[in-house]
C-alpha cells in the first residue's frame, strides 16, 4: 500500500476516475464521435479511418489513438462550440453512469462530502459531467485557445500517469483528506495506492490481481443500463 496520508484538514473527498469507471466506454470517445458526426473534426480521411480500425483491434490503443485524434483534430475548433457540446453530451453521459456507481455518488453526496473526478478525457467536457454529478472539482486533459479558438494542447503528465500527485493537490487545496478512490485500469493504480480506501471497479487484470491480493473492494457493474 502507498503512504496513505494525503490529509490536509477535514473535509472528506472521494477521487473517482471517469472513463471505464464511472460509465462504459470514454468521454472522449464519446467526444470524438459527437464531433465527427458534425463533420468538425480537422483530420483526414485517412487519419480517421486510421484510428477507427483500432476499435476492433485493441480497445486499450484505440482510446489512446482517439485521445491523440481529438487533441490534433479539434485544433482551430471554437471554443463555444466545445462548451455548447460538452453541456449536451453531459446529460447523455449522465444517463450512462452504472447504476451501482450513482447509488455511490448519491451516498457521497447525502453524507456531504465531496466527490472529484480525475480523468485523461478533455477537461472540459469532464467538467461539464461533474456539474451535472455535483463534483466538487473535475479535471481531465487541457486544451488551451487563444481569441476562442482551440490551439494547443497541455501536457497529460498529472490526469494520465499521475493521478496520485494531482489528487494530493486538490486535497491540499480543498484543505481535506483522500478517504477513497475508485479505478478501472492501471493508470489508477497510484491513486488507489494513495487512499485508505481503494476500489476496483470493473478491473482490467492487472489491476484485478492487485485488489485480490490487497483485499480491495472490486465493484463489478452492468455494462448495460
Not at 3 to 22: M, Q, S, Y
Not at 106 to 125: T, Y
Not at 140 to 161: A, F, L, N, V
Amino acid at each position: 500500500m502507498g503512504e496513505l496520508n494525503i490529509n490536509f484538514g477535514d473535509r472528506k473527498i472521494h477521487a473517482f476516475d471517469v472513463d471505464g469507471t464511472l460509465m462504459s466506454g470514454a468521454v472522449v470517445e464519446h467526444a470524438f464521435n459527437e464531433i465527427l458526426s458534425d463533420g468538425q473534426m480537422r483530420l483526414t480521411d485517412g487519419e480517421i479511418e486510421r484510428i477507427l480500425s483500432y476499435k476492433e483491434i485493441d480497445n486499450n490503443e484505440y482510446i489512446r489513438q482517439v485521445v491523440q485524434g481529438f487533441s490534433e483534430g479539434i485544433k482551430g475548433i471554437p471554443i463555444k462550440y466545445l462548451r455548447r457540446l460538452a453541456n449536451e453530451m453531459s446529460e447523455k453521459d449522465v444517463a450512462n453512469i452504472f447504476p451501482e456507481m450513482q447509488a455511490i455518488l448519491e451516498s457521497i453526496k447525502d453524507a456531504k462530502e465531496d466527490i472529484v473526478l480525475i480523468s485523461g478525457s478533455p477537461r472540459i467536457f469532464v467538467e461539464a459531467l461533474g456539474r451535472r454529478l455535483g463534483a466538487t472539482v473535475s479535471d481531465g486533459t487541457h486544451h488551451y485557445s487563444t481569441q476562442g479558438i482551440i490551439h494547443q494542447t497541455r501536457p497529460r503528465r498529472k490526469t494520465i500517469h499521475e493521478k496520485d500527485k494531482h489528487l494530493r493537490s486538490i486535497c491540499r487545496s480543498l484543505g481535506g483528506q483522500a478517504i477513497s478512490a475508485y479505478g478501472d485500469s492501471n493508470n489508477d493504480i497510484p491513486m488507489l495506492l494513495s487512499v485508505p480506501n481503494p476500489v476496483a471497479v470493473n478491473p482490467l487484470p492487472k489491476l484485478r490481481e492487485l485488489a485480490i491480493d490487497n483485499n480491495w473492494q472490486i465493484i463489478e457493474c452492468s455494462r448495460e443500463n
